[in-house]
T-cell receptor, first 113, second 120 residues
């Protein structure tokens, strides 16, 4: 069955520290992977996506993610976190047949001053 | 500006009183979808539509209806709402699948700002 797992429900980092949010997926075919961010009271904004090619993808707001097929992972990283990055982050894989996005449970990021 | 617009943004209502949440997109997207977001469960797809007059069930369709009479609109209908439908709802849209391979691939879905429904 297709699924996405984000092992960390809640993460707290200090401003300026590096960040890594974990995402593992289970998908039979070539995965099309996305990271979205949701700020309080807002919809979901696309941070980055991966479907082929270079396994290290760059996104908006200084985020990047690395696809590792051998580990079925697509972890999100940022070298230096800003207070405005506090939000909920969702990893998702898109079904090629139905177009459905299969989401992880989400990781809430808190940034300490 | 490209956007997906949902209305209302907030609604408190009572069990059994029919309600409709509207969704409209201005990007000429073929694909539209509804999701609900619940704590600890992420977002789950309710219904989707690949084009006008083409709709299909997602993972949690019970208690919901949709229609797609026009390309830009995809309303979500709760005929007889119940408290377990209290949730945050998102509408999303994206372009059509890759015609060469007939698969949805890297097209991202664009999301509305959400509708928070409380059913008492």
């Amino acid at each position: 069955a297709q699924s996405v797992t984000q092992p960390d429900i809640h993460i707290t980092v200090s401003e300026g520290a590096s960040l890594e949010l974990r995402c593992n997926y289970s998908y039979g075919a070539t995965p099309y992977l996305f990271w979205y961010v949701q700020s309080p009271g807002q919809g979901l904004q696309l941070l980055l996506k991966y479907f082929s090619g270079d396994t290290l993808v760059q996104g908006i707001k200084g985020f990047e993610a690395e696809f590792k097929r051998s580990q079925s992972s697509f972890n999100l990283r940022k070298p230096s976190v800003h207070w405005s990055d506090a939000a909920e982050y969702f990893c998702a894989v898109r079904s090629g047949n139905t177009g459905k996005l299969i989401f992880g449970q989400g990781t809430t990021l808190q940034v300490k001053p | 500006e490209a956007q997906v617009t949902q209305n209302p943004r907030y609604l408190i209502t009572v069990t059994g009183k029919k309600l409709t949440v509207t969704c409209s997109q201005n990007m000429n997207h073929e694909y539209m979808s509804w999701y609900r977001q619940d704590p600890g469960l992420g977002l789950r797809q309710i219904y989707y539509s690949m084009n006008v007059e083409v709709t299909d069930k997602g993972d949690v369709p019970e208690g919901y209806k949709v229609s797609r009479k026009e390309k830009r609109n995809f309303p979500l209908i709760l005929e007889s709402p119940s408290p377990n439908q209290t949730s945050l709802y998102f509408c999303a849209s994206s372009s059509a699948p890759d015609r060469r391979i007939f698969r949805y691939s890297n097209q991202p879905q664009h999301f509305g700002d959400g509708t928070r429904l409380s059913i008492l």
